[in-house]
């Protein structure tokens, strides 16, 4: 699938498929389009392991479970703003 024009926001797990994760996924989109879009990268691992998600500019390492409404503020926030950590 391509797009046109870049996403408003991203939002990741940080546990992907074939052992990648959200952060790569984040900055594999960016590198596409050459721009930093703000992004959510959720987890319920707390872990060490989520902490390099800590390190990705313009982005907020959620735990879970999220809440929607909690969820769709934030969204907001970062779309009209184009900051993630907006809230």
Known sequence: MELAQPPDLII??????DESTGVQAVV???SVFDTEIPAFIVSGDTSRVVQDAKQVA??????????????LARARA???TGRADGV
């Open 12 to 17: 990741s797990d940080y546990h992907l498929l």
């Open 28 to 30: 594999n989109v960016r």
């Open 58 to 71: 313009n982005s907020v390492l959620l735990a879970k479970p999220v809440h929607s409404d909690g969820l």
């Open 78 to 80: 970062a779309i009209s």
